[in-house]
Each structure stands twice: as structure tokens, then as C-alpha cells.
């Protein structure tokens, strides 16, 4: 991270098989989001009787940044 007063850059990438986070252009987390025992693990849990848990293929994600301010 960079240090305080000065902004970092992030990058996420979800992809179906991958996804990705960078921080200040440095791969800080990678995972596979649904590896193969994902849905017997879903259906076991707390979410069995919730069929369409974790069905949705669209994520949005906002980022807002604060205004920059006259402050020095």
C-alpha cells in the first residue's frame, strides 16, 4: 500500500474459471471461484434450500473516490 495522503490503484478481474485482484499494479489474490466441489459444498450448508444462491452471472461493483480537496 502506498503510504498515507497517497492513492492506490486496484484492479478486480472475475472471469468464470478465475479471478484476480491487484493492488498498485502487484497480483495481491488470485482464486478459482467455484472449484469443482463448490456446488456439493453450497448444497450441504445453510444455503441448500436457497436454489438460485450464487446464481447470478452479472456483478456490479462502484467504486467512488472522494472529492479531492484544496487541502494541502
Request: no cysteine; hydrophobic share 35%.
Given at each position: 500500500?502506498?503510504p498515507s495522503?497517497?492513492?492506490?490503484?486496484?484492479?478486480?478481474?472475475?472471469?468464470?474459471?478465475?479471478?484476480?485482484?491487484?493492488?498498485?499494479g502487484?497480483?495481491?489474490?488470485?482464486?478459482?471461484?467455484?472449484?469443482?466441489?463448490?456446488?456439493?459444498?453450497?448444497?450441504?450448508?445453510?444455503?441448500?434450500n436457497?436454489?438460485?444462491?450464487?446464481?447470478?452471472?452479472?456483478?456490479?461493483?462502484?467504486?467512488?473516490?472522494?472529492?479531492?480537496?484544496n487541502?494541502?
Open positions: 500500500m502506498n495522503g497517497n492513492w492506490n490503484s486496484s484492479k478486480i478481474v472475475y472471469a468464470p474459471e478465475w479471478v484476480g485482484h491487484w493492488l498498485n502487484e497480483l495481491v489474490l488470485s482464486f478459482n471461484p467455484k472449484p469443482e466441489d463448490w456446488q456439493k459444498k453450497r448444497d450441504s450448508g445453510k444455503w441448500k436457497s436454489p438460485h444462491y450464487a446464481k447470478f452471472k452479472i456483478w456490479l461493483y462502484w467504486f467512488t473516490r472522494p472529492r479531492q480537496s487541502l494541502v
